[in-house]
């Protein structure tokens, strides 16, 4: 099983809304990301999780906050996000942070209205 | 982190071969060169990694010359399905970080 997979895919929420994405892979990665991409921009890196911890925030403001239950899942929770928070939400795993192939999943399509 | 600079965009035609160059001037010695492809709506996909000289594998090639300071992506034969946005990547290994650079929007015409 190589796959990484996200929910749910589309999103829909106003801007007073809280929601959660889900991430989730069974390869026995330890290193999990999440990203952000708008249209037609290269993804941008927002948190990483090393072990179950978090070890990098891109500076990523606190209406997203992550959170990694087990080494499995990881999870993005959003509240009272802004319309510029629509964008396609990438999670990501690798089998450690040192490693450079990443496995990413289809991505959660969110629009904030 | 090594800056990366793609062209923005490259058009063929299927059955051709396709090559993409990656220029990072300032490569540092323990970094490694990655390439993802990414279709609409989806998530990236790794394609090919290498150090030096040259990586083959059953999707690509990747050529690196001998001073490191770019590299091409070479797509064998393209088809219609080969038109997606590669990403080339430049970082030590245990960086800890991917970052994308701009890409290079590939599109494959009949």
């Known amino acids: 099983d190589t796959e990484v997979t996200q929910t749910p895919k589309h999103l829909v929420m106003g801007m007073t809304n809280k929601k959660s994405l889900k991430c989730e892979q069974h390869m026995g990665h330890r290193a999990m990301y999440w990203y952000k991409q708008k249209a037609k921009k290269p993804p941008e890196l927002m948190f990483v999780?090393?072990?179950?911890?978090?070890?990098i925030n891109e500076s990523v403001p606190s209406r997203f906050s992550p959170e990694c239950p087990n080494s499995s899942l990881l999870n993005l929770h959003l509240h009272a996000l802004q319309p510029e928070d629509s964008a396609l939400y990438l999670c990501a795993s690798s089998q450690e942070v040192r490693v450079t192939e990443a496995f990413f999943g289809q991505g959660t399509r969110l629009t904030v209205v | 982190l090594a800056k990366t600079t793609q062209p923005i965009s490259m058009d063929s035609y299927e059955g051709q071969e396709v090559n993409i160059t990656c220029s990072h001037n300032n490569i540092a010695t323990n970094d490694y060169i990655t390439w993802y492809q990414q279709f609409p709506s989806q998530g990236p996909r790794f394609i090919i990694q290498?150090?030096?000289t040259k990586v083959t594998n059953e999707v690509a090639s990747l050529f690196i010359p001998a001073d490191r300071k770019s590299s091409t992506l070479s797509l064998p034969r393209v088809s219609l399905s080969d038109t997606a946005v590669y990403y080339c990547l430049v970082g030590l290994q245990g960086a800890q970080k991917l970052v994308f650079g701009q890409g290079t929007r590939l599109t494959i015409n009949p």
């Open positions: 999780y090393s072990y179950e911890k978090l070890s």
């Open positions: 290498g150090y030096k």
